[in-house]
């Protein structure tokens, strides 16, 4: 259970399964200002989004540690009247078209190569989007 | 006088006298028909005599031939039929035999279709006889060549690539020689090449972005402060890794242009705003090269149903390379308009195209290896001296991409006096392309 977050202060809810870049995404995000909640698996990440009081925004991988992808992810959040306002970044290495296609479909709100793109720039995109 | 005549005027007219000048003008113009009769007759025998020798001769050129065609047709590894005009088979080889697991007697007379099912790759439906190769070839007199799954009498099947080539006799079309070449293994190991290359380079992705990801932090700070000489090896760093994520992409994209997965999306693509857009993400490089960079695109060029990922892949290619290739101060001019066929002799005459073209003032291709240009993993000997950095495989996929859309590319160059690329894009639109992957 993470600690709750400062005043203003937006939480981005890291999912990824790749230590070393989970970890670099969590400093980035946490330099540019953010309360930052990791996590590597789908179970986990649901259960964050049921006992954190709040959650801005979510970053989100493809494939992860355990059961299930970021897809099946995607889809109890959107399905979620609770929480299907919440932007989705998914950035992932491996996504085939059809599943951008589909995460496109579910709603989420961008996705990314990983290797062709700089973190400041995902996080601009970000902060664009939650202002 | 004659002998034969001698001897007759003995035997019959004994005791006449031949002397008598009435007989003298009678036997001598007997005897002139006499001796030219001989005549004839030896010009005659000499005349045989030849001809005889010639056919002897003929025949044993007509032996050898045979022999030579039948050590042929036996030493082929591919299987190849023969057929009549009606598309029977008359003729085939031992591999042939072979292939199909049947004595050759047993199949003269039939048509190959009575001999194995041919399956449509694409649909897997079965092929009628008259759209196979060997009656295509009958009825278009043209070569037809195909690659079919065939299935055997006994169900076993396998992939074949089949090659009808028809021949006449007097002008006539009289049936078609058939190779059937069993590629089921070539196909195998090219799959499995090109899967191996699209696995490897999906797998590289992930420590790529890790390298990337944490340079860019080290570069901006958030590991705390860093001196001037550590930024320049940090950056060193960053854009040696940004080419092996540049150089992963192409591999990625070459083995999905290769195993035929890529697909092909065609939407309404605005080509000037997508040039204004690959030219400002490479103005650092134009800089760096310090080069004059020009902009002349047709007013209103229409909007073009194209592949957005694909176009922008064609365009950064070109650019790029003209920036790579071009020595400092020279000159870039990217341009594009609208143009028919007929104009610049390439595409279909009547047909109007988008054309986007890239000159510079550049080091120029070499002529003799002008033919090379497109071929993967090629790169001129001229560049490769001057410039490292290229995978040779930009220009292999321009030339894919629009060979799959229905589009063209072609150059004009002299070595150091500089290149135009140009490419063509059906003003009507890339022909879609159904697949599994997008290229990067």
Same mark, same amino acid.
């Given at each position: 259970?993470?600690?709750?977050?400062?005043?203003?202060?937006?939480?981005?809810?890291?999912?990824?399964?790749?230590?070393?870049?989970?970890?670099?995404?969590?400093?980035?995000?946490?330099?540019?200002?953010?309360?930052?909640?990791?996590?590597?698996?789908?179970?986990?990440?649901?259960?964050?989004?049921?006992?954190?009081?709040?959650?801005?925004?979510?970053?989100?991988?493809?494939?992860?540690?355990?059961?299930?992808?970021?897809?099946?992810?995607?889809?109890?959040?959107?399905?979620?009247?609770?929480?299907?306002?919440?932007?989705?970044?998914?950035?992932?290495?491996?996504?085939?078209?059809?599943?951008?296609?589909?995460?496109?479909?579910?709603?989420?709100?961008?996705?990314?190569?990983?290797?062709?793109?700089?973190?400041?720039?995902?996080?601009?995109?970000?902060?664009?989007?939650?202002? | 006088?004659?002998?034969?005549?001698?001897?007759?005027?003995?035997?019959?007219?004994?005791?006449?006298?031949?002397?008598?000048?009435?007989?003298?003008?009678? !036997?001598?113009? =007997?005897?002139?028909?006499? =001796?030219?009769?001989?005549?004839?007759?030896?010009?005659?025998?000499?005349?045989?005599?030849?001809?005889? /020798? %010639?056919?002897?001769?003929?025949?044993?050129?007509?032996?050898?031939?045979?022999?030579?065609?039948?050590?042929? !047709?036996?030493?082929?590894?591919?299987?190849?039929?023969?057929?009549?005009?009606?598309?029977?088979?008359?003729?085939?080889?031992?591999?042939? %035999?072979?292939?199909?697991?049947?004595?050759?007697?047993? #199949?003269?007379?039939? #048509?190959?279709?009575?001999?194995?099912?041919?399956?449509?790759?694409?649909?897997?439906?079965?092929?009628?006889?008259?759209?196979?190769?060997?009656?295509?070839?009958?009825?278009?007199?043209?070569?037809?060549?195909?690659?079919?799954?065939?299935?055997?009498?006994?169900?076993?099947?396998?992939?074949?690539?089949?090659?009808?080539?028809?021949?006449?006799?007097?002008?006539?079309?009289?049936?078609?020689?058939?190779?059937? /070449?069993?590629?089921?293994? %070539?196909?195998?190991?090219?799959?499995?090449?090109?899967?191996?290359?699209?696995?490897?380079?999906?797998? !590289?992705?992930?420590?790529?972005?890790?390298?990337?990801? *944490?340079?860019?932090?080290?570069?901006?700070?958030?590991?705390?402060?860093?001196?001037?000489?550590?930024?320049?090896? !940090?950056? %060193?760093?960053?854009?040696?890794?940004? /080419?092996?994520?540049?150089?992963?992409? $192409? &591999?990625?994209?070459?083995?999905?242009?290769? &195993?035929?997965?890529? #697909?092909?999306?065609?939407?309404?693509?605005?080509?000037?705003?997508?040039?204004?857009?690959? =030219?400002?993400?490479?103005?650092?490089?134009?800089?760096?090269?310090?080069?004059?960079?020009?902009?002349?695109?047709?007013?209103?060029?229409?909007?073009?149903?194209?592949?957005?990922?694909?176009?922008?892949?064609?365009?950064?290619?070109?650019?790029?390379?003209?920036?790579?290739?071009?020595?400092?101060?020279?000159?870039? =001019?990217?341009?594009?308009?609208?143009?028919?066929?007929?104009?610049?002799?390439?595409?279909?005459?009547?047909?109007?195209?988008?054309?986007?073209?890239?000159?510079?003032?550049? *080091?120029?291709?070499?002529?003799?290896?002008?033919?090379?240009?497109?071929?993967?993993?090629?790169? $001129?000997?001229?560049? /490769?001296?001057?410039?490292?950095?290229?995978?040779?495989?930009?220009? *292999?996929?321009?030339?894919?991409?629009?060979?799959?859309?229905?589009?063209?590319?072609?150059?004009?160059?002299?070595?150091?006096?500089?290149?135009?690329? *140009?490419?063509?894009?059906?003003?009507?639109? #890339?022909?879609?392309?159904?697949?599994?992957?997008? &290229?990067?």
């Amino acid at each position: 259970m993470a600690e709750e977050p400062k005043e203003g202060q937006k939480t981005v809810l890291i999912v990824e399964d790749e230590k070393p870049l989970l970890n670099a995404i969590k400093i980035k995000l946490e330099n540019s200002g953010f309360d930052v909640v990791t996590t590597r698996t789908v179970d986990q990440a649901l259960s964050y989004m049921e006992d954190l009081s709040r959650v801005d925004v979510i970053w989100l991988d493809h494939y992860l540690l355990g059961k299930g992808t970021g897809l099946d992810f995607v889809v109890k959040v959107k399905g979620n009247d609770k929480w299907k306002q919440i932007p989705i970044f998914v950035v992932s290495n491996t996504a085939s078209p059809e599943k951008v296609q589909s995460y496109i479909k579910f709603g989420v709100t961008k996705y990314y190569t990983k290797a062709d793109f700089r973190l400041d720039q995902i996080i601009a995109d970000m902060k664009e989007v939650i202002v | 006088m004659h002998k034969t005549l001698e001897r007759q005027i003995k035997k019959f007219l004994s005791g006449a006298d031949v002397s008598a000048p009435h007989w003298q003008d009678f !036997l001598t113009s =007997i005897d002139q028909a006499y =001796i030219h009769f001989d005549e004839d007759r030896q010009l005659m025998n000499r005349s045989l005599e030849i001809s005889s /020798r %010639e056919l002897m001769d003929f025949n044993e050129k007509i032996a050898t031939e045979k022999a030579k065609g039948d050590i042929v !047709l036996e030493s082929i590894s591919d299987a190849l039929f023969v057929t009549e005009k009606n598309a029977t088979i008359s003729l085939i080889n031992k591999s042939g %035999e072979i292939l199909l697991d049947c004595d050759s007697d047993a #199949m003269k007379g039939k #048509m190959f279709s009575d001999l194995v099912l041919s399956i449509n790759l694409e649909n897997g439906e079965s092929v009628p006889p008259e759209k196979q190769p060997i009656q295509m070839a009958i009825s278009t007199g043209n070569k037809v060549t195909g690659t079919f799954l065939l299935v055997k009498k006994d169900s076993s099947r396998f992939l074949a690539q089949i090659s009808a080539n028809p021949y006449t006799i007097n002008h006539q079309i009289a049936g078609v020689a058939c190779i059937v /070449r069993d590629v089921t293994k %070539e196909k195998e190991i090219d799959r499995a090449k090109s899967e191996f290359v699209s696995l490897a380079s999906h797998q !590289l992705r992930t420590p790529l972005s890790t390298i990337g990801w *944490y340079t860019e932090m080290l570069l901006a700070g958030d590991a705390g402060a860093i001196n001037d000489e550590q930024k320049g090896y !940090l950056e %060193e760093i960053y854009h040696g890794n940004k /080419r092996m994520v540049d150089l992963v992409n $192409a &591999l990625l994209n070459v083995s999905r242009i290769e &195993l035929g997965t890529f #697909m092909l999306t065609p939407e309404p693509v605005d080509f000037v705003e997508l040039s204004k857009s690959v =030219i400002k993400e490479v103005q650092p490089q134009i800089h760096e090269h310090v080069l004059n960079f020009e902009e002349k695109y047709q007013p209103n060029l229409p909007v073009v149903p194209a592949d957005g990922k694909l176009s922008r892949i064609l365009f950064q290619n070109l650019i790029t390379n003209a920036i790579k290739y071009t020595p400092p101060n020279g000159k870039v =001019i990217v341009s594009l308009s609208t143009a028919l066929g007929k104009d610049m002799g390439h595409g279909n005459p009547t047909e109007e195209y988008v054309l986007f073209s890239v000159a510079d003032t550049g *080091y120029g291709i070499p002529k003799k290896q002008a033919d090379k240009i497109f071929t993967k993993l090629f790169r $001129a000997d001229n560049v /490769r001296e001057k410039e490292t950095d290229g995978t040779g495989l930009g220009l *292999y996929l321009v030339r894919s991409v629009l060979e799959a859309c229905g589009g063209e590319v072609w150059f004009d160059s002299e070595e150091n006096k500089g290149t135009t690329f *140009y490419v063509i894009v059906p003003l009507s639109g #890339m022909r879609a392309k159904k697949g599994e992957k997008a &290229l990067i």
